[in-house]
């Protein structure tokens, strides 16, 4: 899942929304590509952690890949960043993945 632009109290409630479609597709691994994200506050990381809480009632895994330095510092000043796999970029197998259809 990639998600751009700025994650705050106005376009969060997007966010989970478009978490509350996918997580009803059953998957346990959900990867964020979050290069394109100049900003979130803590209403998005709000919406991340719930879709992580949901996620792991079933055994899964949310992770955060390619973080701008703005969100990453974010994540370690919040400790969120030992809370949520941190990747430094979108992970290999993901970018070669045949999309799914």
């Given at each position: ?10 376009t ?14 059953g ?17 998005g990381?709000n919406?991340l ?49 045949e999309?799914?259809?």
């Amino acid at each position: 899942m990639a998600i751009a632009g700025e994650i705050d109290l106005y376009t969060a409630p997007r966010l989970q929304s478009e978490f509350t479609r996918l997580l009803q597709e059953g998957p346990t691994r959900v990867v964020i590509d979050m290069s394109a994200v100049d900003f979130c506050d803590s209403t998005g990381m709000n919406v991340l952690l719930s879709a992580l809480k949901r996620l792991r009632e079933r055994g899964g895994a949310l992770e955060v890949a390619a973080p701008r330095p703005a969100v990453r510092k974010i994540l370690q000043v919040t400790g969120l960043d030992s809370v949520f796999t941190v990747h430094d970029a979108v992970p290999e197998e993901l970018l070669t993945a045949e999309p799914k259809g």
